[in-house]
C-alpha cells in the first residue's frame, strides 16, 4: 500500500523487522538525524568533509527531498536514532565535473538519481542498504516519468564498490579514463528496479 502526503508518493512505513529496523519516509522531524548520519558519512567515510557545491542537499533535506514531488528521503530507524538514509534526486549527473557523455546518458528530469544511501558502520551488515535500495527504486517507478535509474559512487569509500557491483552494471568507472577523472564510478539500475 502506498500513501500520498501533499500531492507525493510515499513509500508506507515498513513494520519492524527481528533487529528493530524501521524503513520509513522522512518527516521534518527525521531531518536532523539523517543529516547527522550524511554528514559524519562525509565526513568519515568519504573523508571530503562538508563542500557545499556537493553536499548542499545535506543542509536543506526538506528542500531537497521532502517537499519536491518527484524526489523522495527515507529513513531505517532503530528505537528512536535515524541510523541509514537514501534519496532519489530528479537530476541527472552534471557536467562538469562528471563527463559529459555520462551528463548527456542520463539527462535531468527523466533521470531518478540514487543518492545518500548511508548506513552507520555499526549498523552495517543487516542488509538495510539493499532495503533502501529496493524502496527507492519503488518510489521511483511510481512517481512516473523517469526512465532511467543512476547513481555514482566513490570507490575508496569500504564495501561501495562491491555492493554497487551486486546491484547496477558500470556505465564509466572513472579510474580508466585518461587523467583518472575524479575516480568515481557511475551506474545504472534496471528500471523498474525487480522486487520494488
Do not use: K
Request: glycine residues 10%; charged residues 20%.
Amino acid at each position: 500500500m502506498v500513501t500520498a502526503t501533499a500531492g507525493a508518493t510515499r513509500a508506507p512505513d515498513a513494520p519492524a523487522d527481528a533487529d528493530g529496523y524501521v524503513l520509513r519516509t522522512a518527516t521534518a522531524q527525521d531531518v536532523g538525524g539523517a543529516r547527522a548520519v550524511m554528514l559524519d558519512t562525509v565526513y568519515h567515510d568519504l573523508r571530503s568533509g562538508y563542500v557545499p557545491r556537493w553536499h548542499a542537499d545535506i543542509i536543506d533535506l526538506e528542500g531537497a527531498y521532502l517537499r519536491p514531488e518527484r524526489c523522495t528521503l527515507l529513513v531505517v530507524v532503530c528505537g528512536d536514532e535515524v541510523v541509514a538514509t537514501g534519496a532519489v534526486r530528479d537530476r541527472g549527473p552534471q557536467a562538469p565535473p562528471n563527463p559529459q557523455w555520462v551528463a548527456d546518458r542520463f539527462p535531468s528530469g527523466s533521470t531518478a538519481q540514487l543518492c545518500r544511501i548511508y548506513v552507520r558502520p555499526e549498523h552495517r551488515r543487516h542488509g538495510l542498504a539493499r532495503r533502501l535500495v529496493r524502496e527507492l527504486g519503488g518510489f521511483a517507478a511510481r512517481a512516473g516519468g523517469y526512465t532511467s535509474l543512476y547513481l555514482h559512487t566513490d570507490p575508496a569509500v569500504p564495501g561501495a564498490e562491491p555492493f554497487w557491483r551486486s546491484l547496477a552494471h558500470e556505465v564509466c568507472d572513472e579510474r580508466a579514463l585518461p587523467g583518472g577523472g575524479q575516480g568515481i564510478v557511475h551506474f545504472e539500475l534496471p528500471m523498474p528496479l525487480p522486487g520494488a
